[in-house]
């Protein structure tokens, strides 16, 4: 009997002359459709036309995909922001309710995928058991999400009657608990 090897498969030529491993690039990947996906959608939901912010953004991204451990990731971050808040009218019907909620998630996927790609070399790949840890962390800030936009979305609907400042104040408790479960949570391990 022999043992036969199986070839290793080479990297594509790009991520030589980058110098990139696949994983890194396809986090860094991710980072850029997800940026360009959340500046497709705050286009979608503005009000005004506001192309040439849009273009600078895509740009960013790609500046903060090349160098995550820049500058360039939180200005991405914070443009991204100042983008919607700044084009996006306060939500009125369920579509908007929706695509902030979208934003919010797409937001979350560029801040965790820039923070990836710049914890490690651009060389090194991404150990599964990192990738997976950083998913199912991802994956829980998004579920977090959804009772905060839905007390959001009731409160901004007037569907449920009461006083908002208790729907603000069940906001700012769900971000204590959110808080709280975090720190208990945290990874002992140096």
């Known amino acids: ?66 160098r995550p451990e820049s500058p360039a990731a939180g200005l991405l971050v914070v443009g991204l922001t100042l983008g919607w808040v700044g084009t996006v009218p306060v939500p009125d019907s369920t579509r908007a309710w929706v695509l902030l909620l979208a934003a919010a998630w797409l937001l979350v996927v560029v801040h965790l995928c820039a923070a990836l790609a710049a914890s490690l070399p651009p060389g090194a790949s991404v150990p599964s058991a990192s990738l997976r840890r950083w998913a199912r962390r991802g994956v829980v800030v998004m579920a977090a999400t959804v009772p905060v936009w839905a007390l959001a979305y009731g409160a901004g609907r007037q569907v449920v009657p009461g006083d908002v400042s208790l729907t603000y104040a069940a906001i700012a408790g769900a971000a204590v608990l959110a808080l709280a479960v975090w720190l208990l949570s945290r990874d002992r391990s140096p």
């Open 1 to 66: 009997m022999s043992v036969t090897s199986r070839p290793v498969r080479e990297s594509p030529r790009i991520l030589r002359v980058l110098g990139l491993s696949p994983s890194q690039a396809a986090v860094r990947l991710l980072l850029v459709v997800a940026s360009v996906a959340l500046v497709a959608v705050t286009l979608l939901a503005a009000t005004d036309d506001l192309l040439a912010g849009a273009v600078v953004l895509v740009a960013l991204s790609g500046w903060a995909a090349w």
